[in-house]
T-cell receptor, first 114, second 113 residues
Framework: AQSVTQLDSQVPVFEEAPVELRCNYS??????LFWYVQYPNQGLQLLLK??????LVKGINGFEAEFNKSQTSFHLRKPSVHISDTAEYFC????????????FGKGTHLIIQP | EAGVTQFPSHSVIEKGQTVTLRCDPI?????LYWYRRVMGKEIKFLLH????????ESGMPNNRFLAERTGGTYSTLKVQPAELEDSGVYFC???????????FGPGTRLTVL
């Protein structure tokens, strides 16, 4: 069975500082990985995804993530955050079929401090 | 192009009552998924439709939950009778056949008193 772990429930960061949100996955089969963001009072929006190929994936709003198979990680990074990045971020995995339901981590609240 | 829509946005009911949630996927998306987030927990997969057929319903918590997708367009999720532990946010998502990206609706917040 697949599992996704987000160890940090909250990450406070000062505005314009870099940030990394951690995600680790556990799967015995090939896996697709995703990061979603939920802004206050909105639905989930896809930030980026890794299916195959280049391990560095670039997404919207200046975010990127790196797939690391040896460490079973898919950490999300942004070099300089803004107040508007305040949201909850979810890492999710999907078994290699591409149409299965997603397995989510518990989410990480990114709190931007001015 | 309209995104995934869900109705209602909020629902407050009493234990024992029935509630029906509706999801309208993006037009042309044959895959439709239901998820639930109970407070303080992760978002959990409930089930997956391909057109009108249930492809995977392994996440459905019990037989008080009934999902339908007649005609392969919109879907409904009925909870009957509702229990306190059913409270949470119910998300719907859709994707194209062969597509890997699931697009989520804004969710329905269900509160069972």
């Amino acid at each position: 069975a697949q599992s996704v772990t987000q160890l940090d429930s909250q990450v406070p960061v000062f505005e314009e500082a870099p940030v990394e949100l951690r995600c680790n996955y556990s799967s015995s089969v090939s896996v697709y990985l995703f990061w979603y963001v939920q802004y206050p009072n909105q639905g989930l929006q896809l930030l980026l995804k890794y299916l195959s190929g280049s391990t560095l994936v670039k997404g919207i709003n200046g975010f990127e993530a790196e797939f690391n198979k040896s460490q079973t990680s898919f950490h999300l990074r942004k070099p300089s955050v803004h107040i508007s990045d305040t949201a909850e971020y979810f890492c999710a995995g999907q078994s290699g079929g591409g149409a299965d339901g997603l397995t989510f981590g518990k989410g990480t609240h990114l709190i931007i401090q001015p | 192009e309209a995104g995934v829509t869900q109705f209602p946005s909020h629902s407050v009911i009493e234990k024992g009552q029935t509630v029906t949630l509706r999801c309208d996927p993006i037009s042309g998306h044959d895959n439709l998924y239901w998820y639930r987030r109970v407070m303080g927990k992760e978002i959990k997969f409930l089930l997956h439709f391909v057109k009108e057929s249930k492809q995977d319903e392994s996440g459905m918590p019990n037989n008080r939950f009934l999902a339908e997708r007649t005609g392969g367009t919109y879907s409904t999720l009925k909870v009957q009778p509702a229990e306190l532990e059913d409270s949470g946010v119910y998300f719907c998502a859709s994707s194209q056949v062969g597509g890997s990206s699931q697009f989520f609706g804004p969710g329905t917040r269900l509160t069972v008193l």
